[in-house]
Nanobody
Framework: QVQLVESGGGLVQAGGSLRLSCAAS????????MGWYRQAPGKQRELVAS???????TYARSGKGRFTISRDNFKNTLYLQMNSLKPEDTAVYYC?????????WGQGTQVTVSS
């Protein structure tokens, strides 16, 4: 069983930055892929960024150039650095881990960007 706990969300003005963290209960080095997803009100959950255990990263077009995903296997923590935030980035952000054919989710952290 993998438990994921996100933190770092909050209210920020447009153009500001936030760093989200996801603390995992298990050894994230064993997790094939970890990622950040977000869900805005009335919209489907969408991928923001993902990273493999080999360090390969993928970004959604919306965050490319502004967001950076990283993982610290020693701290069992996944990060999402978000810069130049826009009001359309407002959403609940979820941490995801893919392990053993199963997806695990955190409870989410709210990010609100004011204009």
């Amino acid at each position: 069983q993998v438990q994921l706990v996100e933190s770092g969300g909050g209210l920020v003005q447009a153009g500001g930055s936030l760093r989200l963290s996801c603390a995992a209960s298990g050894n994230i080095g064993s997790m094939n892929v970890m990622g950040w997803y977000r869900q805005a009100p009335g919209k489907q959950r969408e991928l923001v960024a993902s990273i493999t255990n080999g360090g390969s990263t993928t970004y959604a077009r919306s965050g490319k150039g502004r967001f950076t995903i990283s993982r610290d296997n020693f701290k069992n923590t996944l990060y999402l650095q978000m810069n130049s935030l826009k009001p359309e980035d407002t959403a609940v952000y979820y941490c995801n881990a893919f392990l053993g054919g199963l997806h695990y989710w955190g409870q989410g952290t709210q990010v609100t960007v004011s204009s």
